[in-house]
């Protein structure tokens, strides 16, 4: 059983940083697919940034060039740094790792964290 542990959440201004961090425990193996996911109140969850199981990276429209992904020398552990942060970021914001299983891909959700951004 894969579990995701964020953190890195918080409240920040307009125009700031905040770096979430995820990190899974439960696997014997690399998960190469790993991003983030956000959900702001009355809206669809929505992909921010993610790996892909080949190990590029896509970002929704609304982040690109402000937020970066990356993996961190921990095992099965992805970083988002989150630039220039406006107060349409706010949202929860979610781990998430699609594993292959015998019958199709699972996907494995963190409980998510907080992003405040303040005007």
């Known amino acids: 059983q894969v579990q995701l542990v964020e953190s890195g959440g918080g409240l920040v201004q307009a125009g700031g940083s905040l770096r979430l961090s995820c990190a899974a425990s439960?696997?014997?193996?690399?998960?190469?697919?790993m991003g983030w996911y956000r959900q702001a109140p009355g809206k669809q969850r929505e992909l921010v940034a993610a790996f892909s199981s080949g190990g590029s990276t896509n970002y929704g429209a609304s982040v690109k060039g402000r937020f970066t992904i990356s993996r961190s020398n921990a095992k099965n552990t992805v970083l988002l740094q989150m630039n220039s942060l406006k107060p349409e970021d706010t949202a929860v914001y979610y781990c998430?790792?699609?594993?292959?299983?015998?019958?199709?891909?699972?996907?494995?959700w963190g409980q998510g964290t907080q992003v405040t951004v303040s005007s």
């Open positions: 439960g696997s014997p193996f690399s998960i190469n697919a």
């Open positions: 998430n790792a699609p594993m292959p299983t015998k019958t199709g891909i699972y996907n494995y």
